[in-house]
């Protein structure tokens, strides 16, 4: 998830460098949309471990 934040990340920087306003500000907005998910299932796995002593298990 976080490469997919990633990627429309630089997508919205290289759509800002030619101008594509539009292009740009949604690519930015589903960037941000997926970088807040990926902070809340860190922080949600880190006080699994901190609460279970264990690592929680993968899907």
């Known amino acids: 998830m976080l490469y997919w934040a990633l990627i429309f990340f630089i997508l ?7 101008g594509f306003t ?4 949604a690519s930015a907005s589903i960037a941000q949309i997926l970088f807040f998910i990926f902070l809340a299932v860190f922080v949600i796995s880190l006080i699994a471990h901190l609460v279970t002593g264990r690592r929680p298990p993968l899907a």
Do not use: N, Q
């Open 22 to 25: 539009g292009i740009a500000a």
């Open 12 to 18: 919205a920087l290289i759509a800002g460098l030619f």
